[in-house]
């Protein structure tokens, strides 16, 4: 697995990566082309690359000399349940490494839940309508 870093050549990508969890209640979706450019700006955004096809993405953004956010991450329908978000979390864990915490919001619904809480992300909150959307979500930090 790879994770390459987007520039905006790839937000048709992107696009198409986050447009298949566009009907789902545990992902906030909508990016107009500029929103993305603005990502890959203000962000590390990257493709996951698995056996040289585009299986999703994941990005970050950094808060403060201490604290990573991890601001998304989505594997293509046809890719999940083999363990690329797994890996692809791992990947960006090792590099985010030297911050003291990394925190996530996530849909209390979504599986992924399972997935952060085995990488060590306790929830601390939740926040209901968190974007607006009518929907929750729960802010997950792991420390150290």
């Known amino acids: 697995m790879n994770l390459i870093s987007a520039t905006e050549d790839n937000i048709p990508v992107l696009t198409a990566i986050e447009e298949t969890a566009k009907d789902l209640i545990v992902y906030n979706w909508g990016f107009t082309d500029e929103e993305m450019r603005q990502w890959i700006r203000d962000e590390t955004v990257y493709l996951i690359e698995e056996d040289g096809t585009i299986v ?35 990947m960006l864990l090792e590099e985010l ?48």
Do not use: C
């Open 56 to 90: 999703g993405d994941i990005s970050y953004r950094v808060k403060d000399a201490d604290h990573a956010y991890v601001s998304g991450l989505i594997i293509a329908p046809e890719f999940q349940r083999r363990g690329l978000a797994r890996k692809a979390m791992g």
């Open 97 to 144: 490494r030297e911050f003291d915490r990394v925190s996530l919001d996530v849909h209390p619904d979504n599986h992924a839940v399972k997935l952060y809480e085995s990488l060590g992300f306790v929830a601390t909150e939740r926040k209901e309508n968190f974007y607006g959307d009518g929907e929750p979500r729960m802010i997950m930090v792991k420390v150290g």
